[in-house]
């Protein structure tokens, strides 16, 4: 099941394949003498709805939470006329246990280049924005100086390989953001990309149809544009001879998970980092394989399996497969970023509760009702049930909140509640009798003689 050689950690040496310390920033020269920019090459060597097509028929699926088609995505721009088109990158990476990206951005940035490149050609887009996430002081330096080096090598600017589009020179910036795990909603983002409060927008219109600037806007993830290259290289079928493929007859409507991914796993293992594997490897190959087993030999508890929004994996889920369509199988929301946080026999699962619901409640850019008074709500309830003082009534309570906070579609704007819900539903449900140890029994008032 492990994969034969790293595809996206080609240049970044990482177990088994290589070395951490062994680590330097990728430059354009070695980027290219290590085969990087043929998929460019051959991306321009086609037509823009060739790329698509290609990029459709390998069914990559975004790799920044929700997994939806990238070709698909790609093929939902309007027809061109004449104005502005953008590319957003989503490098905003603020989910909890989430770090993958920012590998790529450090030490490869030319593989995330070459992506965006080859899809400003493929959606014809005259200009990106590389969103970055405000902590990533380092990482955007090294973005920065792959970008200069990019214009200076006619990837981006006049005279660039790919050429005018709606009579511009293609521009690739990036622009910072602030902190706020909020912006990295994609309308968020854009909102903020803007020079507004990073408020999410009511969907639709769509980024496709009204995004940056209220243009035709293509917003990805790093991970899935670094990908892209690989995939023109490379071609359809060695993108599909890894991951999960859909259930033997399966109609082609029903999702699979192709293809290499990042995995990063922290919390009490022995080697906490970021990993290249094939989709599907289990949980347990993710601890016990790349993290090296439990931290002191303590037993597994229970694993977040990517990002704190998308619910826990409980001690039964050991064996969990990690592709895209784990939360049909496990009762979570789903594989998320593939960013697990491991507890052990020892953890407290109603301080992880608190400390989660802690989070989505300072988060909540507060716009719906919802959202914002039902996080605050789940805060503090699980607050007074850590410190001894729930009531028995509170679980079901919390159940209760937890629940119409997240009922998407339809009661809030963006995912945030969605993943509020999850993880705090998925952590009662899951260990309900360490959350009851915890509550003292309700009294009934009784009435006598009446
Ligand atoms: C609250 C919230 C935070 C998000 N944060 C990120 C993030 O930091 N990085 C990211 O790529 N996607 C994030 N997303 C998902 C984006 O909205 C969007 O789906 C993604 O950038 C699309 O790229 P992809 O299709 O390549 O995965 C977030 C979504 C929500 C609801
Ligand atoms: S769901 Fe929450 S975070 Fe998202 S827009 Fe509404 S209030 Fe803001």
Not at 161 to 167: E, R, T, V, W, Y
């Amino acid at each position: 099941m492990a994969l034969d050689a790293p595809i996206l950690t080609k240049r970044i040496p990482t177990p088994p394949f290589g070395d951490i310390a062994d680590r330097k920033v990728v430059s354009y020269d070695q980027f290219v003498a290590t085969g990087g920019y043929a998929g460019l090459d051959k991306a321009v060597s086609m037509t823009p709805a060739e790329v698509i097509d290609l990029v459709k028929a390998s069914e990559l699926r975004g790799r920044g939470g929700a997994g939806f088609p990238a070709g698909l995505k790609w093929s939902f721009l309007p027809p061109e006329d004449g104005g502005q088109r953008f590319l957003t990158v989503n490098a905003d990476e603020s989910e909890p246990g989430t770090f993958k990206d920012r590998l790529m951005l450090e030490f490869d940035p030319h593989l995330l280049l070459e992506g965006i490149a080859i899809c400003m050609h493929a959606c014809r887009l005259d200009t990106a924005y590389i969103y970055i996430r405000g902590e990533y002081h380092l990482q955007r330096k090294r973005v920065q100086a792959a970008i200069k080096e990019a214009y200076d090598n006619k990837i981006f600017g006049p005279g660039s390989k790919l050429g005018q589009i709606n009579g511009r020179d293609p521009q690739c910036f990036d622009h910072r953001g602030a902190g706020a795990y909020i912006c990295g909603e994609e309308t968020g983002l854009i909102e903020s990309l803007e020079g507004k409060r990073g408020w999410p927008r009511i969907k639709p219109p769509f980024p496709a149809v009204a995004g940056a600037f209220g243009r035709p806007t293509i917003i990805n993830n790093v991970e899935t544009l670094a990908m892209v290259g690989p995939i023109m290289v490379e071609g359809v079928d060695w993108f599909k001879s890894m991951g999960v493929a859909r259930p033997e007859g399966a109609p082609p409507t029903v999702p699979a998970s192709y293809g290499p991914k990042l995995f990063g796993i922290s919390g009490l293992v022995n080697r906490p980092g970021v990993y290249e594997d094939q989709l599907g490897i289990t949980l347990k190959e993710l601890i016990e394989v790349h993290g090296q087993g439990m931290r002191n030999g303590k037993k597994f508890k229970g694993a977040i399996p990517g990002g704190i929004s998308m619910g826990v994996l409980g001690p039964d889920q050991y064996e969990a497969g990690l592709d895209f369509d784990i939360g049909k199988k496990y009762a979570c929301l789903g594989l998320g970023t593939a960013g697990a946080i491991v507890f052990d026999e020892d953890t407290d699962m109603v301080s992880v509760a608190r400390n989660i619901a802690r989070f989505f409640a300072h988060e909540s850019c507060g716009q719906c009702t919802p959202c914002r008074e039902g996080t605050g709500w789940m805060y503090k309830m699980l607050t007074r049930i850590e410190a001894g003082n729930g009531r028995t009534k509170d679980l079901d309570l919390l159940l209760e909140i937890a629940g119409s906070i997240g009922a998407m579609p339809g009661t809030t704007i963006c995912g945030l509640a969605d993943g509020a819900n999850w993880a705090v539903r998925t952590i009662v449900n899951k260990y309900w009798d360490e959350f009851e140890s915890r509550v003292k029994p309700t009294l009934v008032q009784v009435t006598v003689g009446s």
